[in-house]
């Protein structure tokens, strides 16, 4: 009996980094397709090593990646992407030279469930203040505008696992607001599997049904996210941070 490969991604005790530098330890997930998944973690702990190693920009010294049932380990970037994974990157990266109209034509591309399902005026409508800048340079946008812009770009690709590092990262409230209703509908519209890194870890858990947290490159704690935060000190201490802060930073 043949039995349909395992939608979504997975990660079986990875060992990666940058040349000889291993940064990941023994790192495994599993984020079943259209759900979502909160990576957290202090600073330098690994999480945007996690997200470059599944799209193969790191040194993979050992472990298994497969998504949608098939193995991707030893692919190229580019055929990671067509595969199926979009990636936000923490830098933004948007082509600072094209206008936002031209950065989503670049990235459109059909995705490997046959007819293309995003199409830019269906990213503007995600996220209307882009449909406003549409004529803008890369350039002249907002932090916030330049976020939308690198969730609609990973979009246009017609992921079915998406990677976003630290989309809030840097934001005015209102603008946190802005990309976090984005990010809440693709989940509600079970668009992708979403792998969230965050630092807003509140923000994230209230997104997001599981949670991950990474330490020094090793997984600390793997579960249900309402159950973390229903438990401040514990996620004070995954994360490293005093009691006393923990109201203002998390
Ligand atoms: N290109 C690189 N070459 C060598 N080492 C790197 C490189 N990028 C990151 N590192 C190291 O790998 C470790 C993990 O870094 P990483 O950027 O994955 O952390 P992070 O959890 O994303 O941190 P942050 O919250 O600051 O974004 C750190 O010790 C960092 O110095
Ligand atoms: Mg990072």
């Known amino acids: 009996m043949s039995t349909s490969p395992v939608a979504g991604l997975v990660l079986d005790n990875i060992r990666a980094g940058y040349g000889e530098t291993v940064v990941l330890d023994g790192v495994s997930l599993t984020l079943p397709g259209k759900s979502t998944l909160a990576l957290l973690g202090r600073n330098g702990v690994g999480k945007t090593t996690l997200l470059a190693t599944v799209m193969g920009h790191t040194t993979l010294h050992g472990g298994r990646i497969e998504l949608d049932g098939r193995d991707i380990a030893r692919a190229a970037p580019y055929r990671r992407c067509r595969l199926g994974l979009g990636w936000v990157p923490q830098e933004r990266e948007i082509f600072r030279s094209l206008t936002v109209d031209e950065n989503l034509a670049v990235a459109e591309r059909a995705g490997t469930g046959g007819a293309p399902r995003w199409s830019p005026a269906r990213v503007y409508e995600l996220f209307p203040v882009l449909a406003d800048r549409r004529r803008h340079y890369g350039i002249q946008l907002s932090g916030g505008e330049q976020q939308m812009l690198a969730i609609g770009r990973a979009l246009m690709s017609n992921p079915s ?27 509600r519209e079970d668009e992708a599997a979403i792998l969230l890194v965050e630092q807003h870890a509140r923000l994230a858990l209230g997104v997001a049904e599981r949670a991950m947290v990474l330490d020094r490159g090793k997984v600390v704690y793997e579960g249900d996210s309402r159950a973390l935060l229903r438990e401040p000190e514990r996620l004070s201490a995954l994360m490293g941070v005093e009691g006393r802060a923990i109201a203002s930073t998390l």
Do not use: F, N
């Open 161 to 187: 696992v998406i990677l976003m590092d630290e989309p809030l990262e840097g934001l005015a409230p209102v603008i946190v607001d802005a990309v976090l209703a984005g990010i809440e509908r693709l989940r």
